[in-house]
């Protein structure tokens, strides 16, 4: 029994949970729409929003779970990477929570913690992967094929060169005017807009690496092209736009996650990050299991985005290693 409080605050989100042996107990989060209006993060703005919210966040992720702070056995904490600023809250946070309490320390990845939301036990029959698996981490700032060999132990065998999966979205929103971030829109407006509508370039990186600015300079000159011509072309087509970009976007994806559990024979396949809650990309990569006898792994909803159950999962892991941090360590960005 050891009842672990994590704290996630590398972005725009501040999160508490509580489990206890990769059981939720409480996964608080709170978002911050002040960033809407400007079409992406504001770090300044974000920093500030986490001093405001993080006591309150904990407080209630405590009081949720049912426990009393003294009951806590460690106290883990996203170091990296994120936004400098929007990080120092969370770990000066945990620190002093931690050394008031006298409890342990544990510093989490915030990437691996995406990963090893995987764990996370919502009920007793939830599956989880085996050892080695293949995960495909996509989200606003990276786009990887990660061999997940244990829990400490990951290997990056393919990345993007330039954008990452969820930042060609919300460009591709950009252009057409959706709000911020992008991604859920497209996702939405493409359910019914046809995939071949519209064809755009596609890259071709050596291996299990990736690119997608190619992608996205395709679609603004084919659009360029079509409002030539009809200067409606953009409202008249907007289904069609999203499919046949989210079509583009998460073939590529898939084609190379394909190749690498064909080469590597590795039947444990998984998805994270925020575009894992891609529905095409979800619907397509089920498909591609039944093709390759794969067992995939798709997180719930509310684990695609940032939240602090993922990070106390990543720190139970290290918790169980007696894997702790000293006080002197710092946020990491990259
Ligand atoms: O992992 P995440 O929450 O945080 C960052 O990396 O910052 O990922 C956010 C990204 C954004 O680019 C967003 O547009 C994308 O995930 N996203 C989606 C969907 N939901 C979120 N992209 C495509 N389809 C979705 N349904």
């Not at 911020?180 to 690496?209: C, E, V, W």
């Not at 590529?252 to 064909?262: F, P, Q, S, T, V």
Request: proline share 4%; aromatic share 8%; with cysteine.
């Amino acid at each position: 029994m050891a009842y672990i409080l994590a704290i996630e605050s590398s972005c725009d989100d501040t999160s508490a949970a509580v489990i206890n042996d990769f059981k939720i107990y409480s996964n608080v989060i709170a978002s911050q729409s002040v960033h809407q209006k400007f079409g992406g993060v504001v770090p300044e703005w974000a920093s500030r929003a986490h001093q405001k919210n993080i006591i309150p966040v904990v407080d209630t992720a405590i009081k949720e779970a049912g426990i009393r702070k003294e009951d806590l056995s460690a106290v883990a904490f996203t170091r990296g990477p994120g936004l400098l600023g929007s990080l120092l809250v969370g770990v000066s946070f945990a620190k002093s929570f931690a050394t008031a309490l006298n409890l342990p320390l544990i510093d989490v990845n915030h990437l691996e913690a995406h990963i090893l939301a995987h764990f996370i036990k919502d009920n007793p029959d939830t599956k989880t992967p085996s050892f080695p698996f293949l995960c495909l981490l996509v989200s606003g700032g990276n786009t990887q094929i990660i061999y997940v060999k244990s829990p400490s132990d990951m290997e990056i065998i393919g990345k993007t060169i330039d954008d990452a999966a969820g930042e060609t979205f919300d460009k591709v929103a950009k252009i057409l005017s959706l709000p911020y971030p992008g991604g859920p829109h497209i996702d939405r407006l493409a359910k019914t807009g046809d995939i071949n509508a519209l064809k755009f370039a596609q890259s071709n990186m050596p291996n299990y690496d990736y690119s997608f600015s190619g992608v996205k300079t395709s679609i603004l000159y084919t659009l360029r092209d079509k409002l030539k011509e009809n200067p409606k072309f953009l409202e008249e087509n907007l289904s069609d736009i999203c499919a046949s970009a989210q079509h583009r976007v998460v073939t590529m994806l898939l084609k190379k996650l394909e190749k690498a559990g064909k080469d590597l024979k590795i039947k444990d396949i998984a998805i994270a990050g925020g575009v894992s809650a891609n529905s095409y990309l979800r619907e397509k990569l089920t498909e591609l299991g039944k093709k390759h006898n794969w067992n995939v792994f798709i997180p719930p909803f509310q684990y695609t985005t940032d939240n602090a159950a993922m990070v106390a999962v990543a720190g139970y892991f290290k918790y169980l290693n007696k894997d702790f941090a000293t006080l002197d360590l710092t946020a990491y960005t990259r």
